[in-house]
T-cell receptor
Framework: AQSVAQPEDQVNVAEGNPLTVKCTYSVSGNPYLFWYVQYPNRGLQFLLKYITGDNLVKGSYGFEAEFNKSQTSFHLKKPSALVSDSALYFCAVRYSNDMRFGAGTRLTVKP | ETGVTQTPRHLVMGMTNKKSLKCEQHLGHNAMYWYKQSAKKPLELMFVYSLEERVENNSVPSRFSPECPNSSHLFLHLHTLQPEDSALYLC?????????????FGSGTRLTVV
């Protein structure tokens, strides 16, 4: 069965430092992979997606994600974190007509 | 605004009450979804509607009853809820079922059952 895992509940980084939020997936075939962000008292907002092509995908707010098929990973990255990036981040995998979300990773960026 | 509007934003209801959550989208999307978000748990898919037909019901208790009168509106009718039903209920839509282009979410309804 398809699934997605976010191994870290919490990630803390200092402002200006690079950040990585990890995601691994388990699905046969070629998945569609997504990252969403959720700010307090809001719904999830689409950040970026990978369907095919270049393994490095660029998205909103300076975020990017790298698809690694051999490691079945799709980690979210940003070269220089901002305090305003503090939020809950969800990885999701779409396979067939089903979308599965991870449990979320809370990112805290400290000034 | 994302294009998906949920009302009310907050709802407090007793276990014997009946209430409804409303979701509206004018994005021309053909699929709509209800999700339950509880603290430290993955998003739980509750219901899926595609072209106004319910296509998925993930073993949700009958005290939750969805309704999709047209492609732009989705309701979640609630009755005799339990305290463990307190959560953030999110509505989402996508161009087609499964959302190859991604989902658009509303801001959610924060439900508290007392």
């Amino acid at each position: 069965a398809q699934s997605v895992a976010q191994p870290e509940d919490q990630v803390n980084v200092a402002e200006g430092n690079p950040l990585t939020v990890k995601c691994t997936y388990s699905v046969s075939g070629n998945p569609y992979l997504f990252w969403y962000v959720q700010y307090p008292n809001r719904g999830l907002q689409f950040l970026l997606k990978y369907i095919t092509g270049d393994n490095l995908v660029k998205g909103s707010y300076g975020f990017e994600a790298e698809f690694n098929k051999s490691q079945t990973s799709f980690h979210l990255k940003k070269p220089s974190a901002l305090v305003s990036d503090s939020a809950l981040y969800f990885c999701a995998v779409r396979y067939s007509n089903d979308m599965r979300f991870g449990a979320g990773t809370r990112l805290t960026v400290k000034p | 605004e994302t294009g998906v509007t949920q009302t009310p934003r907050h709802l407090v209801m007793g276990m014997t009450n009946k209430k409804s959550l409303k979701c509206e989208q004018h994005l021309g999307h053909n699929a709509m979804y209800w999700y339950k978000q509880s603290a430290k748990k993955p998003l739980e898919l509750m219901f899926v509607y595609s072209l106004e037909e319910r296509v998925e019901n993930n073993s949700v208790p009958s005290r939750f009853s969805p309704e999709c009168p047209n492609s732009s509106h989705l309701f979640l009718h609630l009755h005799t809820l339990q305290p463990e039903d307190s959560a953030l209920y999110l509505c989402a839509s996508s161009q087609d079922r499964g959302g190859a282009g991604g989902y658009t979410f509303g801001s959610g309804t924060r439900l508290t059952v007392v």
